[in-house]
């Protein structure tokens, strides 16, 4: 049974919300039965009555509890989505792109300032690190002054290099060395440098299904083929199915996000991810990791990326600051001993070096201990939004609604009805003045158009809600 602990570091009103939720869930609470008043609750629980009001407010944003005038509050009746299902179990055939159009439809209408930003998966601006940065930026231009405005060298400013490998070093137990570690324009630079490095046009590249677009314009724009990959919405790569495609398929390098994905939102078992890394190790297949998103799982242990589960496998890891803490920056890296002068040769000719005064600033956020502060604070204000928004679909999408799990990162991934093209609401929602992404453009081969991927990674509004309410809405309609 939870208590209230006074010297824990979660904020009081947060074991508040923990402590009832846990009852709702054992059935202590049940549907209907009212919760203590606000001053029973503060005496019960040796705290203060506006810690409790907050919680209760939280819990009613949550859909868990509901308030009565005159009367306090309550337990809502149960409303929870089923979980998404899983892709079809048949491995499916290297494919070209077949989104385009509607890919650049929607970069077109996610970056517009004036539309409710569901589309957009931009986690760290819901509790933007603005003023640590602004800092941050301000010492190196004290102490670097004119150096901070030239050029970095090509695999990227050594300080900051020697900070990401202590943070791998703290987060997971990693020894990673400097040399091993290339400093790019952001992780999408990141990913292009490490699949030129390893293939060439006409290979295939296995992907994870649903997976995150952008890794299939890298793939198209360099005239390589993507072959789709089960994937279990709570565990991630099915490798059943991954040796499947294998043995079927010349797979020249797999693109998968073992410690956080994007859209699903889900951690592959730590057991998995070794049994995938002796897998690629059998079939000598690169694997090219997307890990943006490992550092913000919302609870539990920072997941480990495969690369440093095995000593033998060719493994690139790619990272980025633009997800966690400033996506204006530009500034991403790669972790890889294997390619490295593959990769020097083509930063080198591509773009020459990332930019010094951004690199410099991030290296004293790590080294001062800000960035560290700044995921502690993050992550649980993610996790407030990821319950927020699940208990809104709940309440106004159609019954016959699934959704994920997220357990970190700043998307959710909707299933709607059969007959609901998200193509077609992605038009109508930009009308209105709100951008999602439909679910066509995480397939290489146009699947999934009844499925959605909506962001919480921004500060939670009543524009949020509103815009989630007519999405739910609309859909109801077409239905």
């Not at 799982?297 to 990272?319: E, V, W, Y």
């Not at 016959?400 to 609901?420: A, F, H, M, Q």
């Not at 930009?430 to 999934?448: C, V």
Request: proline share 6%; hydrophobic share 40%.
């Amino acid at each position: 049974m939870l208590a209230i602990n006074k010297s824990d570091t979660t904020f009081l009103y947060r074991q508040v919300i923990d402590l009832i939720s846990e009852n709702i869930e054992t059935g202590t609470l049940g549907p209907g039965d009212r919760l203590p008043s606000l001053r029973k609750m503060s005496q019960s629980a040796g705290v203060s009555v506006p810690t409790v009001r907050q919680a209760y407010i939280e819990l009613e944003r949550q859909r868990r509890i509901e308030s009565r005038p005159q009367s306090g509050f309550y337990v809502r009746h149960a409303q929870c989505n089923d979980l998404v299902h899983p892709a079809p179990s048949s491995a499916g055939e290297p494919v070209c792109l077949n989104c385009r159009p509607l890919m650049e439809r929607v970069y077109d209408g996610i970056n517009h300032p004036d539309l409710v930003p569901l589309g957009i998966a931009n986690p760290c601006m819901a509790r933007p690190a603005a003023k640590a940065l602004h800092r941050a930026m301000k010492r190196v231009m004290s102490r670097a002054e004119e150096r901070s405005l030239g050029y970095a060298t090509t695999l990227g400013e050594a300080t900051l290099r020697r900070q990401i490998a202590y943070h791998y070093l703290d987060t997971v137990g990693a020894q990673v060395e400097p040399e091993h570690i290339a400093i790019t324009n952001g992780g999408q630079e990141a990913l292009l440098l490490s699949l030129q490095a390893v293939a060439s046009a006409g290979d295939v590249i296995a992907v994870e299904t649903p997976t995150y677009h952008g890794l299939l314009e890298l793939i198209d724009a360099l005239g390589m083929l993507a072959v789709e990959v089960e994937t279990c919405p709570e565990e991630g790569v099915t490798l059943c199915e991954l040796r499947r495609t294998l043995e079927l398929y010349p797979v020249k390098a797999c693109m998968f996000s073992t410690t956080l994905s994007n859209p699903l939102g889900v951690t592959m078992p730590e057991c998995d991810r070794r049994k995938l890394v002796a897998m690629l190790e059998e079939f000598d297949t690169v694997l090219i990791e997307d890990d943006v998103y490992g550092d913000l799982r919302f609870d539990g242990i920072r997941p480990i990326p495969a690369q440093f589960l095995s000593k033998t496998a060719r493994i690139i890891t790619c990272g980025s600051f633009s997800k966690t803490a400033a996506p204006g920056y530009r500034i991403g890296w790669l972790v890889t001993d294997h390619f490295m002068k593959q990769i020097t040769r083509l930063k080198r000719a591509y773009s020459c070096s990332s930019g010094l005064l951004q690199q410099l600033t991030l290296a004293d956020f790590l080294a001062s201990g800000n960035y560290t502060r700044h995921l502690k604070a993050l992550r649980p204000v993610l996790k407030r939004n990821a319950e927020r928004m699940s208990a809104m679909v709940a309440e106004h999408f159609p019954a016959e609604t699934r959704t994920s799990k997220p357990v970190g990162g700043s998307v959710l991934w909707l299933e709607l009805p059969g007959n609901v093209d998200t193509e077609e609401l992605f038009d109508a929602s930009i009308s209105a003045d709100i951008s999602i992404a439909p679910g066509q453009i995480f397939s290489p081969s146009n699947r999934y158009k009844n499925f959605l991927r909506l962001s919480f990674g921004h500060p939670w509004s009543e524009r949020t809600e509103s815009a989630i309410r007519w999405l739910g809405n609309r859909v109801t309609e077409i239905h």
